[in-house]
């Protein structure tokens, strides 16, 4: 056993039980071993919880950086897409990344801001929308991976389902536009 596969199994605990359910004893029994001996790789729940939502983030934190050759606006919209597709990979993705510290991903995150600097978006206004998005993107996974299907709300007849992949779109667009105005930064709208 070692701190890779404790954490590829609390992942597929995570999976299958849903984050409430996680326990290190529940860990435990699923690897075969006695609960201490996890306090081997992770001396508390909390440090196990950080160390699965960074193994949760793969995905998204090895997708390619961005090249001084891309449109800061095509990239920010994939970036965030990818980041939401990471989410949604786990059960509980959301809950289990809010509140999460993304430490081993702070160079790839400064040098997303320095493309987004070097394509002239203000420092500030490049910190803020990718806060902005992804908070936006956690809230929409959250309440996405909290929908328990068609018919499981008392929603008026006249109030049509919502559709997840078009809300997250039209959020995104909204963020976006925010940013491309704030920022004064012309040129071809992405996608025309």
Do not use: C
């Not at 490049?126 to 068609?150: C, I, K, N």
């Amino acid at each position: 056993m070692n701190r890779e596969t404790v954490i590829a199994e609390a992942l597929g605990l995570l999976d299958e039980v849903g984050l409430d359910a996680v326990s290190t004893r529940r860990l435990a029994k699923r690897l075969g071993v006695e609960q201490p001996s996890l306090y081997w790789y992770f001396r508390t729940k909390r440090e196990l919880l950080a160390a699965m939502a960074e193994a949760a983030m793969a995905p998204h934190a090895t997708a390619p950086l961005p090249t001084p050759d891309d449109d800061w606006r095509a990239w920010f919209l994939d970036n965030t897409r990818s980041f939401r597709r990471a989410l949604l990979m786990r059960r509980d993705g959301a809950r289990l990344h809010a509140g999460s510290t993304p430490t081993g991903d702070l160079d790839r995150i400064r040098r997303k801001m320095g493309f987004l600097v070097a394509s002239g978006v203000p420092e500030r206004d490049a910190q803020m929308a990718m806060l902005a998005a992804s908070r936006f993107t956690v809230g929409s996974v959250l309440e996405e991976q909290a929908d328990t299907g068609p018919g499981s709300t008392d929603l008026p007849a006249d109030m049509p389902p919502i559709d997840h992949d078009s809300v997250f779109e039209a959020g995104l667009t909204l963020i976006l536009d925010g940013l491309a105005h704030r920022a004064g930064v012309r040129g071809t709208p992405v996608g025309e």
